[in-house]
T-cell receptor, first 114, second 115 residues
């Protein structure tokens, strides 16, 4: 069956360091992968989309890699700040009758310590 | 644009009562999604619409759940009768598919508590 795995344990990191979050998947052949951020009491907010033919994507302090052989995406936040503390979700499309239906991972909670 | 609007933000009801959750998507978006989020199961897709037409309702847990989208600017998710296990945060999201860009814009959610 299709599965998306994110580290369910919280990741604690010192301010200024690089945070790296992992998203592994099985039995998917995604054309793209998305990363979202969710703050407590709020809905997820889209951050980045990376396509299957892209190995790396950057946006400001964020970097995403996508390895379709390893079936893994890594999400990096460089020079992390306490404001980066949130839960980060990866999402993959599940083709459904030609429409795009996305499945979310359970997310990894990041805590950046000042 | 004000973003996706959901109401109410919080709902507390007794078991057996009917609950209606409301969503106004971002103007011009042609997809609308209803999700449920719990600690145990994470974010689960319940149903989604394209141009007001339900495309996939395979995530709707039971017949007690129903969703409608009478027009492009309004959707409802109804639970009748509600049960304590329906307690969760319900999110509505919308998206616009342009050249295979599929980012979803989420509303603030409705926190439902069924006692």
């Amino acid at each position: 069956s299709q599965k998306i795995e994110q580290n369910s344990e919280a990741l604690n990191i010192q301010e200024g360091k690089t945070a790296t979050l992992t998203c592994n998947y099985t039995n998917y052949s995604p054309a793209y992968l998305q990363w979202y951020r969710q703050d407590p009491g709020r809905g997820p907010v889209f951050l980045l989309l990376i396509r299957e033919n892209e190995k790396e994507k950057r946006k400001e302090r964020l970097k995403v890699t996508f390895d379709t052989t390893l079936k893994q995406s890594l999400f990096h936040i460089t020079a992390s700040q306490p404001a980066d503390s949130a839960t980060y979700l990866c999402a993959l499309p599940k083709n459904s009758g030609g429409y795009q239906k996305v499945t979310f991972g359970t997310g990894t909670k990041l805590q950046v310590i000042p | 644009d004000a973003g996706v609007i959901q109401s109410p933000r919080h709902e507390v009801t007794e078991m057996g009562q009917e609950v209606t959750l409301r969503c106004k998507p971002i103007s011009g978006h042609d997809y609308l999604f209803w999700y449920r989020q719990t600690m145990m199961r994470g974010l689960e897709l319940l149903i989604y619409f394209n141009n007001n037409v339900p495309i996939d309702d395979s995530g709707m847990p039971e017949d007690r759940f129903s969703a409608k989208m009478p027009n492009a600017s309004f959707s409802t998710l109804k639970i009748q009768p509600s049960e304590p296990r329906d307690s969760a945060v319900y999110f509505c999201a919308s998206s616009l598919v342009q050249g295979a860009g599929y980012e979803q814009y989420f509303g603030p959610g409705t926190r439902l508590t069924v006692t």
